[in-house]
């Protein structure tokens, strides 16, 4: 079945650093989603791509996918403590069930 | 907040015992899917509610069978219930046609701890 890989899983920045986590699927997506969760808290959604090469950015988050719709990534500038979370991305294939990474966990130190 | 809702916040059962769990979509949503989420781990699709059919399953066994009411609110049941269920479970409200549906909006999860 699809499976959905994330790197790296833990990440240590001190504030003010970027931050980038990278996610493969190991099939072609329809679409990408990413997700924050907040320590004790529940998945959020971020935002989606879905064209090939596609490129968004929200304030300090850039959000690209790849040209082969098989590969993501997510790059913070300039990262603050309200940062802190694990963030995932959600792969749609085939089988149209989103199926998560297992996530980058992104500590920020003041 | 997203509007949706789940209950309980947390529950503790002992193993071979079952369990219900809850979730309220949010207004004007047809759609719930539920996940599971062991600690450290991303959430993992257990299967998808449209309309009160089920229309999408993840690789989990039958003892994890759910419903939906014509309210679209929906119940996760879990029969015969193991240690490794331990884990957060989330549901995710969403509209749409046909019930796949780009956003999701995931509840606060209920706590499951099975010993």
């Known amino acids: 079945g699809q499976q959905v890989m994330q790197i790296p899983q833990y990440q240590h920045v001190q504030e003010g650093e970027d931050f980038t986590t990278y996610c493969n699927s190991s099939t072609t997506l329809s679409n990408i989603q990413w997700y924050k969760q907040r320590p004790g808290g529940h998945p959020v959604f971020l935002i989606q791509?879905?064209?090939?090469?596609e490129v968004k950015k929200q304030k300090r988050l850039t959000f690209q996918f790849g040209e082969a719709k098989k590969n993501s990534s997510l790059h913070i500038t300039a990262t603050q403590t309200t940062d802190v979370g694990t963030y995932f991305c959600a792969g749609r294939g085939s089988a149209r069930q989103l199926t998560f990474g297992s996530g980058t966990q992104l500590t920020v130190l003041p | 907040e997203t509007g949706v809702t789940q209950s309980p916040t947390h529950l503790i059962k002992t193993r071979g015992q079952q369990v219900t769990l809850r979730c309220s979509s949010q207004?004007?949503?047809?759609?719930v899917s539920w996940y599971q989420q062991a600690l450290g781990q991303g959430p993992q699709f257990i299967f998808q509610?449209?309309?009160?059919?089920?229309?999408g399953r993840g690789n989990f066994p039958p003892r994890f069978s759910g419903l939906q009411f014509p309210n679209y609110s929906s119940e996760l049941n879990v029969n015969a219930l193991e240690l490794d269920d331990s884990a957060l479970y989330l549901c995710?409200?969403?509209?749409?046609?046909?019930?796949?549906?780009?956003?999701?909006?995931f509840g606060p999860g209920t706590r499951l701890t099975v010993l």
């Open positions: 791509l879905v064209k090939s090469g």
């Open positions: 509610y449209y309309r009160e059919e089920e229309n």
């Open positions: 207004s004007g949503h047809n759609t």
């Open positions: 995710a409200s969403s509209s749409g046609t046909g019930g796949w549906a780009d956003t999701q909006y």
